[in-house]
């Protein structure tokens, strides 16, 4: 089994910032790599895939890097609708895993 | 605009067989281009997949849940259904149902989950 660590688990920023989530795993993964957010109450939402891929309709400030082992998502300025949690998803091995979330929170 | 709707009991008994259907519109359960999924999140923990099945009626299930779990498609009724038998209180969560692309936009597998449904809390109590 492939391990995700996602780190920070909590993050604290303000609007405007510019924040980066890491997400990295116990073995390559190649590209096989998707980010979600969730709101508190409603299901999670594909934002990147394929590492750095956006999915159609996200906001441009929303980007996605890396490979093999070491990924990154980074909301290049914070809006305060970014304000959530953050999920990162493998999808090179099975099952399908994802790391166990990044808060987001108002600094 | 697919949507995905999950539908079914919200309190299950121990020991008992759980079981959601979701329904899918704006779009054809039969399209071939897509897997369809479970999802489970426990309250203020993280997700898990539980399993998947294709329109064929192949499906692929979590090793961790493989024994209890039942996925099945209703094709006429563009919808397909989870049963996860021998519940306990640890298989208390919110059950997502997800759509997963067979291949992403460059042609490679895909498999992540690009629609979700809005999600059905069911709590294991007796």
């Known amino acids: 089994a492939i391990w995700m660590t996602q780190s920070p688990s909590l993050l604290s920023a303000s609007t405007g910032d510019r924040v980066t989530i890491s997400c990295r795993m116990s073995q390559g993964i190649s590209s096989y790599l998707a980010w979600y957010q969730q709101k508190p109450g409603k299901a999670p939402e594909l934002l990147i895939y394929?590492?750095?891929t956006l999915q159609s309709g996200v906001p441009s400030r929303f980007s996605g890097s890396g490979s093999g082992t070491d990924f990154t998502l980074t909301i290049s300025c914070l809006q305060s609708e970014d304000f959530a949690t953050y999920y990162c998803q493998q999808y090179y091995s099975f099952p399908p895993t994802f790391g166990q979330g990044t808060k987001v929170e108002i600094k | 605009q697919v949507q995905l709707q999950e539908s079914g009991p919200g309190l299950v008994k121990p020991s008992q067989t759980l079981s959601l259907t979701c329904t899918v519109s704006?779009?054809?359960?039969?399209?071939?281009?897509?897997?369809w999924s479970w999802i489970r999140q426990p309250a203020g923990k993280g997700l898990e997949w539980i399993g998947r099945i294709y329109t064929s009626g192949s499906t692929n299930y979590n090793p961790s849940l493989k024994s209890r779990v039942t996925i099945s498609v209703d094709t006429s009724k563009n919808q397909f259904s989870l049963k996860l038998s021998s519940v306990t209180a640890a298989d208390t969560a919110v059950y997502y149902c997800?759509?997963?692309?067979?291949?992403?936009?460059?042609?490679?597998?895909?498999?992540?989950?690009?629609?979700w449904g809005q999600g059905t809390l069911v709590t294991v109590s007796s």
């Open positions: 394929a590492a750095s």
């Open positions: 704006g779009g054809s359960i039969s399209s071939g281009s897509y897997y």
């Open positions: 997800a759509r997963e692309p067979y291949y992403d936009s460059s042609g490679r597998p895909g498999y992540y989950f690009d629609y």
